[in-house]
């Protein structure tokens, strides 16, 4: 019929009927005492082999659980190892960015005793322009700590650009790399001027550029420039890069190459500020 359940003879009940089964046998083998010994004969050839499987089968039962309480166990402490492993994991990355925030922070000490007779005030940067070079970014200190437009900034043993905006709590950098950036630099070893013009475009490969070198200028491939005694906004010997593929420009009056700067504009996060001015008027730089 469309409403009656189909029985199932499940292991469940078959467990039931075969435990009724043995309870009888018992009960009459207890009853009929020696006067059964057939009965006896009967009921041990059936209850025993049943015992034995019933055991098993219980024993199975038993073992199966036992092993999925060990799984069980062997999970919990298998999350509690992942718990620790990531925990030891964060705490070995913090170690990680103390130590290479030492690093940075003794590099920065050891360029401010390089440039001692300036004064200088440590900033991190806190934002940046579009792309991947710091070609224009923000730092954490404005007017409140003395910072003024126009203040050198320099990080990784060389120049990195100056002040141009300054607020309460923020000031914004212009590095050299820009693409409206120009440096009156000299040739440490000769002392011949030339111009650092920013290029964002070539800094991709490395280099910016270097302009209006006297054609008369003898300057050996990896020459070292500073900021010069003639610029007008940055102060005197500050290292800029190493010069190469220098070459007569187009006029045949000056010559042309490429600078490799110190700094690595990739990958900045803090700076030193020079807190001083150089109070000249400007004729040559932007």
Not at 123 to 140: E, H, P, Q, S
Not at 190 to 195: A, E, G, K, L
Not at 244 to 259: F, I, K, P
């Given at each position: 019929?469309?409403?009656?359940?189909?029985?199932?003879?499940?292991?469940?009940?078959?467990?039931v009927?075969?435990t009724?089964?043995?309870?009888?046998?018992?009960?009459?083998?207890a009853?009929?005492?020696?006067?059964?010994?057939?009965?006896?004969?009967?009921?041990?050839?059936?209850?025993?082999?049943?015992?034995?499987?019933?055991?098993s089968i219980?024993?199975?039962?038993?073992?199966?659980?036992?092993?999925?309480?060990?799984?069980?166990?062997?999970?919990?402490?298998?999350?509690?190892l992942?718990?620790?492993?990531?925990?030891?994991t964060?705490?070995?990355?913090?170690?990680?960015?103390?130590?290479?925030?030492?690093d940075?922070?003794?590099?920065l000490?050891?360029?401010?005793?390089r440039?001692?007779?300036y004064?200088t005030?440590?900033?991190?940067?806190?934002?940046?322009?579009a792309?991947?070079?710091?070609?224009?970014?923000?730092i954490?200190k404005?007017?409140?700590?003395?910072i003024?437009v126009?203040?050198?900034?320099?990080?990784?043993?060389?120049?990195?650009g100056?002040?141009?905006?300054v607020?309460?709590?923020?000031?914004?950098?212009?590095?050299?790399?820009?693409?409206?950036?120009?440096?009156?630099a000299?040739?440490?070893?000769?002392?011949?001027?030339?111009?650092?013009?920013?290029?964002?475009?070539?800094?991709?490969?490395?280099?910016i550029?270097?302009?209006y070198?006297?054609?008369?200028?003898?300057v050996?491939?990896?020459?070292?420039?500073?900021?010069?005694?003639?610029?007008?906004?940055?102060?005197?010997?500050?290292?800029?890069?190493?010069?190469s593929?220098?070459?007569?420009?187009?006029?045949?009056?000056?010559?042309?190459?490429?600078?490799?700067?110190?700094?690595?504009f990739?990958?900045?996060?803090?700076?030193?500020?020079?807190?001083?001015?150089?109070?000249v008027?400007d004729?040559?730089?932007?």
């Amino acid at each position: 019929m469309r409403g009656r359940r189909k029985f199932e003879l499940t292991p469940r009940y078959l467990l039931v009927i075969f435990t009724a089964i043995c309870a009888l046998l018992l009960a009459c083998s207890a009853f009929f005492g020696t006067q059964s010994n057939p009965l006896s004969n009967v009921t041990s050839a059936v209850i025993i082999p049943m015992q034995k499987g019933i055991n098993s089968i219980g024993n199975w039962f038993m073992e199966k659980s036992r092993a999925f309480e060990n799984i069980k166990d062997l999970q919990k402490k298998n999350e509690e190892l992942e718990d620790k492993v990531n925990e030891l994991t964060m705490q070995n990355r913090n170690l990680l960015q103390d130590r290479y925030e030492l690093d940075r922070l003794r590099e920065l000490y050891e360029l401010s005793e390089r440039y001692s007779d300036y004064p200088t005030v440590g900033a991190r940067i806190i934002g940046k322009g579009a792309g991947n070079w710091f070609n224009v970014f923000l730092i954490d200190k404005g007017s409140e700590s003395g910072i003024q437009v126009d203040m050198n900034v320099i990080a990784d043993g060389g120049l990195v650009g100056i002040v141009t905006e300054v607020g309460d709590g923020w000031s914004k950098v212009k590095s050299i790399i820009d693409d409206t950036s120009s440096v009156s630099a000299m040739v440490l070893t000769t002392q011949d001027t030339c111009m650092v013009k920013g290029s964002q475009k070539n800094i991709v490969n490395d280099y910016i550029d270097v302009e209006y070198l006297s054609k008369d200028a003898v300057v050996e491939e990896g020459s070292e420039l500073v900021t010069s005694n003639i610029s007008s906004k940055y102060l005197e010997g500050i290292a800029i890069g190493f010069i190469s593929n220098m070459e007569l420009d187009e006029t045949r009056l000056t010559q042309v190459g490429r600078l490799t700067p110190i700094v690595d504009f990739a990958h900045l996060q803090e700076v030193l500020i020079i807190t001083e001015l150089k109070n000249v008027p400007d004729i040559s730089e932007e």
